[in-house]
Structure formats: structure tokens, C-alpha cells
């Protein structure tokens, strides 16, 4: 079974601070792997798609990466602002979108 | 820049009752999904549509649920009979490419549908 493990649960970091989001999965054959923010009350957001040949990809202050070998990704925020405060899903894609599991997110807060 | 809209924001429907949440994908797009959260829990694929017809679905998606493009802008999702597990908010989304690609999926803001 498809398996997707997002660490840590919560954070709390104060603005202008970096932060690491952790993402383990399961999934095989492994597909692409996307990156959300999901605002509170709002719809996702994409903030980053690599496939299992990419290692690493940046959008702005996001910076993903990912190890296909031992089915790792992180997200990486640099100088987090109050905006940030979210939560972050990772979703690893197999080969059937069928089974396409979302982690249940880190929730971010940042605060001044 | 151009986003999905969803309407209505909420909606409050009687057990039993059908109800059809309604959605504007981006227009030029060819790929459209359905989701759904439950409150507290992870987004859960629920159908995607392609050329006319559904792609994938789910083991949620089953015979209560239905989706349609009726004309060249809306896409609609039809839960026939609803049960108060259903209550969730219902998110849609459209891409220019298919879930395999490089092309990001444009969520828009959901439908809380609540079940009484």
C-alpha cells in the first residue's frame, strides 16, 4: 500500500528563519513528486514537481529535493516570512494516479 | 492569471438528497480532477476527466458519484444520493497536461458541502 509520512506533524519558526519539511514515501513505480501549500480554508497550491530524475528544484524561496533511492524528499523555505504560515503537502505519484496519496501536510506557522 | 472557480462556496443538503457542485476550470485546459478533505484529513483523490470521458477514478468515486462537462467551460460533480459521510470540502482542479507530466494541477478554492 501506497504510504506517504510527513515530519514533522507541526512547527512553529519565527520569521526570517529556514526551515526543513521532511517527506518519506512508499510509492513504486515512482512517477513525479509534487509539493503543495494549502492555506487554511483555501485549495492547494503546486509549488514544485521532480521526477525521479531530478534531485533538485526551486520556486523562489521553496527549494525541493528528492532521493529517488531512498524515497526522500524535503521542502526547504529560506527567510520565512508571516505569508508562509501553511501546510505543506507532499504527494508522491505511482503509476496509476488512481492510488495517488496525499501526506497529511506539516503545518507551518511562522510567526514575528 | 487565470484561476478555477468553484461555486457554491457551501453548500448544506439534507441526507438523501442529490446535489451537483459546480466548477470553471482554466480555460484552455484539457485535464480535470475532483477531491475531496474531510475536516483534519489529508485530500483524497477523487476522479480525473479527460477528453470527454473519466480518466481515473478512485475507490471513493463509486456509483453515487458523476461527473460532466456540459458545455465548453463548466464541470460538474453529482452525488446522488448523499450520506452524512460525504460531508467534506470538494476541491477541483484542472491541468494542460496529464497527472504524469511537469504541469502543475490548478486547485480552486472548494465547495463545503455539509450534510445534514
Known amino acids: 500500500k501506497n504510504q506517504v509520512e510527513q515530519s514533522p506533524q507541526s512547527l512553529i519558526i519565527l520569521e526570517g528563519k529556514n526551515c526543513t519539511l521532511q517527506c518519506n514515501y512508499t510509492v513504486s513505480p515512482f512517477s513525479n513528486l509534487r509539493w503543495y501549500k494549502q492555506d487554511t480554508g483555501r485549495g492547494p497550491v503546486s509549488l514544485t514537481i521532480m521526477t525521479f530524475s531530478e534531485n533538485t528544484k526551486s520556486n523562489g524561496r521553496y527549494t525541493a529535493t528528492l532521493d529517488a533511492d531512498t524515497k526522500q524528499s524535503s521542502l526547504h523555505i529560506t527567510a520565512s516570512q508571516l505569508s508562509d504560515s501553511a501546510s505543506y503537502i507532499c504527494v508522491p505519484l505511482s503509476g496509476g494516479y488512481q492510488k495517488v496519496t496525499f501526506g497529511i501536510g506539516t503545518k507551518l506557522q511562522v510567526i514575528p | ?116
Open chain 2, 1 to 116: 492569471e487565470p484561476e478555477v472557480t468553484q461555486t457554491p462556496s457551501h453548500q448544506v443538503t439534507q441526507m438523501g438528497q442529490e446535489v451537483i457542485l459546480r466548477c470553471v476550470p482554466i480555460s484552455n485546459h484539457l485535464y480535470f480532477y475532483w477531491y475531496r478533505q474531510i475536516l483534519g484529513q489529508k485530500v483524497e483523490f477523487l476522479v480525473s476527466f479527460y477528453n470527454n470521458e473519466i480518466s481515473e477514478k478512485s475507490e471513493i468515486f463509486d456509483d453515487q458519484f458523476s461527473v460532466e462537462r456540459p458545455d465548453g467551460s463548466n464541470f460538474t460533480l453529482k452525488i446522488r444520493s448523499t450520506k452524512l459521510e460525504d460531508s467534506a470540502m470538494y476541491f477541483c482542479a484542472s491541468s494542460d497536461d496529464g497527472p504524469y507530466s511537469n504541469q502543475p494541477q490548478h486547485f480552486g478554492d472548494g465547495t463545503r458541502l455539509s450534510i445534514l
